[in-house]
Nanobody
Framework: QVQLVESGGGLVQAGGSLRLSCAAS????????MGWFRQAPGKEREFVVY????????YYADSVKGRFTISRDNAKNTVYLQMNSLKPEDTAVYYC?????????????????WGQGTQVTVSS
């Protein structure tokens, strides 16, 4: 059974940093691309970043480019999201997911096994 567990969220002031973690189990982790998405209150869930299985390819949403960095440790079955220069508009529940299907890296429909999410709140 595939399971993803996010952690690392919290309350931070604007300009601060957080590192989110997503621990995976029940799948050959290194063979799968991963993604982070987020959902702000009253809004639809949106793409944040994609990382290939090897870690060699990344794609970022324009809104986080230059501030967020995704990485993975395949030995630990974990993907990380380092978030710097946080802004109040980054406030959301952040979800990680596995990308087992072909298709656009930003399309939620090609992702599966979503985690429960972790809350990030950025105060102004």
């Amino acid at each position: 059974q595939v399971q993803l567990v996010e952690s690392g969220g919290g309350l931070v002031q604007a300009g601060g940093s957080l590192r989110l973690s997503c621990a995976a189990s029940g799948l050959p982790f290194s063979t799968y691309a991963m993604g982070w998405f987020r959902q702000a209150p009253g809004k639809e869930r949106e793409f944040v970043v994609y990382l290939s299985g090897s870690g060699g390819n990344t794609y970022y949403a324009d809104s986080v480019k230059g501030r967020f960095t995704i990485s993975r440790d395949n030995a630990k079955n974990t993907v990380y999201l380092q978030m710097n220069s946080l802004k109040p508009e980054d406030t959301a529940v952040y979800y990680c997911a596995v990308k087992p299907y072909s298709g656009s890296y930003s399309d939620q429909k090609v992702y599966a096994h979503w985690g429960q999410g972790t809350q990030v709140t950025v105060s102004s």
